[in-house]
């Protein structure tokens, strides 16, 4: 889904103006987050956005897109910043938010209500890692899980790769790269806590990672 930013059409520099009825629902929106709290916290994964962290996401993401950049400079990176040691990333609404507008503003296009309904009504937050073993299927039957305080949330849905890429100091060790890939209910972990987040390997092992949701952006 990735996509390496070449060139930015012209109607990416124009400004996200939403449309009669995206308006309305933004309105909404800001009224149900009013009612229910007056504080709309900086930090910490808001899984009830308002209206105008809504719309910073989508201004966001096409002012990206008119300075060249990927879409997945949005993606909140865990782990350690080398080529074999693992890593990974998650998407809140609001950074989905941004990658979806600078994916359209590169295609000359602006998210509509539907699309932005979309991402605000998911009931899962993705997970991807990046994990190094010793043999090309070592990730096969891999497990992701998170901890808060004792508490384990366990995923949704789990995905792997069967078989893994070689990775840059192949033949040395660590050989081969695979990814896991998990989703989360929000319904089932705290945004704002400190979590570990650990994945298990098929063949043994496991990678883990510590990462304070309530420093995310």
């Known amino acids: 889904m ?26 909404c929106v800001c009224v149900v987050a009013l009612s229910g709290r007056l504080h709309v916290p900086a930090y910490a994964i808001d899984v009830h956005p308002t209206a105008q962290q809504i719309q910073t996401a989508l201004d966001q993401g ?33 950074g989905a938010l941004s990658v979806m507008a600078t994916h359209m503003a590169l295609r000359g296009l602006q998210p509509s209500e539907a699309d932005v309904t979309q991402v605000l009504e998911g009931k899962t937050m993705l997970i991807s890692t990046v994990i190094f073993g010793n043999r090309p299927d ?13 508490k384990t949330i366990k995923p949704v849905m789990v995905r792997f790769d069967a078989r893994a890429d070689r990775s840059v100091v192949w033949p040395e060790s660590p050989r ?10 929000y319904a089932d972990f705290d945004p704002k806590a400190k979590t570990a987040i650990t994945v298990y390997q098929g063949t ?11 420093e995310i952006r």
Do not use: C
């Not at 990735?2 to 309105?27: D, E, W, Y």
């Not at 070592?138 to 004792?150: C, I, K, P, T």
């Not at 081969?176 to 209910?185: C, E, G, Y």
């Open 204 to 214: 043994g092992g496991e990678s883990s990672f510590t990462i304070d949701f309530s």
């Open 176 to 185: 081969f790269k695979a990814k896991v890939i998990a989703s989360f209910n």
């Open 62 to 94: 096409i002012e990206a897109a008119r300075k060249g950049m990927s879409p997945d400079s949005f993606y909140v990176r865990f782990g350690v910043a080398d080529e074999v040691q693992s890593k990974g990333f998650l998407i809140t609404k609001t």
């Open 138 to 150: 070592f990730a096969v039957d891999s497990y992701m899980v998170l901890n808060q305080g004792g």
């Open 2 to 27: 990735l996509m390496r930013v070449a060139q930015v059409h012209r109607h990416a520099a124009q400004r996200f103006q939403p449309t009669g009825r995206l308006k309305r629902m933004l309105l």
